[in-house]
């Protein structure tokens, strides 16, 4: 059975970025997961990384994404992508540094 509501949450929390594994915990088979992106309610960004919604990702959802790929919470922001995050910037880096 799929977990709807551990999709939202995570989703809310993330800003629409997933990990396949973390959607499989939710109940969503790779074909599941397969057919949402062909279907075009989800993207998929990075090897297997999703995004939970449709249209451009902002800067902060592409940060995060990047994070989730690189292996999130380990993975951390770094250099010019850091010091945007931290208000030490006020121009978001067009590359992220994780």
Partial sequence: MRDLAGLAQLSRAR??????AELGAL???ESAIRANVDAGRWQA????VYLLHTGPPSWSTRAWAGLVYAGWPQAVLSHESA???????RVAPVDIDI
């Fill in 45 to 48: 960004f990075h090897p297997r």
């Fill in 83 to 89: 010091a945007y995050v931290r208000g030490w910037s």
């Fill in 27 to 29: 109940g969503f088979t």
């Fill in 15 to 20: 800003l629409g970025v997933a990990a396949s």
